[in-house]
């Protein structure tokens, strides 16, 4: 069972910048592909971001690509969430997921953090 456990995220300005942070409890971290994935008021579960176990490969939504950078360090368990050049569309709730296959599907993902809220003011 891995829990994961988020923190940051707040209301910003549009053009602002956040880092949202993901905290592992499995020793064997390094071994799962983490994602990113956003909800917005009304809206389906949307894939953000992914990084395999290794970081070596990444993947963005169209709609984040060059704004945002997901990153992950295996020593400390984490992964991250760089967001820049946010916009009001960015507005929702991100979760962090772990899946033993990376993915950009939400259902493939077994563990997910509990949800931190993003808010982008114009």
């Known amino acids: 069972q891995v829990q994961l456990v988020q923190s940051g995220g707040g209301l910003v300005q549009a053009g602002g910048s956040l880092r949202l942070s993901c905290a592992a409890s499995?020793?064997?971290?390094?071994?799962?592909?983490m994602g990113w994935f956003r909800q917005a008021p009304g809206k389906e579960r949307e894939f953000v971001a992914r990084?395999?176990?290794?970081?070596?490969?990444?993947y963005y939504a169209d709609s984040v690509k060059g704004r945002f950078t997901i990153s992950r360090d295996n020593a400390k368990t984490q992964v991250y969430l760089q967001m820049n050049s946010l916009k009001p569309e960015d507005t929702a709730v991100y979760y962090c997921?772990?899946?033993?296959?990376?993915?950009?599907?939400?259902?493939?993902?077994?563990?997910w953090g509990q949800g931190t809220q993003v808010t982008v003011s114009s």
């Open positions: 990084i395999s176990g290794s970081a070596a490969i990444t």
């Open positions: 997921a772990a899946s033993p296959l990376i993915s950009d599907r939400f259902d493939r993902y077994n563990y």
């Open positions: 499995e020793r064997t971290f390094s071994s799962y592909a």
